[in-house]
Nanobody, 127 residues
Framework: QVQLVESGGGLVQAGGSLRLSCAASGRTFSGYVMGWFRQGPGKEREFVAVIMWNSGSTRYADSVKGRFTISRDNAKSTMYLQMASLKPEDTAVYYC????????????????????WGQGTQVTVSS
């Protein structure tokens, strides 16, 4: 059973930086697509970034491209989201997720392909 635990959220001023971590356990993640999603106040959950666990290839939502960086450490089974130049509109609960399906890479906004989710970590950006 896959378990995902996020950490690293908090309160930061606009323009600041924050790094989120997602500790993964329960199996090996070879072939998995791992991702970060977020849900802001009154909004639907949205795709932020994904990474292919094997190759390290990445994709980003347009809203975070150039500001956020997704990465993983195979040895630690941990995924990261480095966030820079944060804006108040980045305020949300951030979730990490895992998908055993390669199709999740091609359509990461289709959250139904992500079968395992963490509990979320709050990120608040003050103006």
């Amino acid at each position: 059973q896959v378990q995902l635990v996020e950490s690293g959220g908090g309160l930061v001023q606009a323009g600041g930086s924050l790094r989120l971590s997602c500790a993964a356990s329960g199996r090996t993640f070879s072939g998995y697509v791992m991702g970060w999603f977020r849900q802001g106040p009154g909004k639907e959950r949205e795709f932020v970034a994904v990474i292919m666990w094997n190759s390290g290839s990445t994709r980003y939502a347009d809203s975070v491209k150039g500001r956020f960086t997704i990465s993983r450490d195979n040895a630690k089974s941990t995924m990261y989201l480095q966030m820079a130049s944060l804006k108040p509109e980045d305020t949300a609960v951030y979730y990490c997720a895992a998908s055993p399906y390669s199709r999740a890479w091609y359509d990461p906004a289709s959250t139904s392909d992500f079968t395992s989710w963490g509990q979320g970590t709050q990120v608040t950006v003050s103006s």
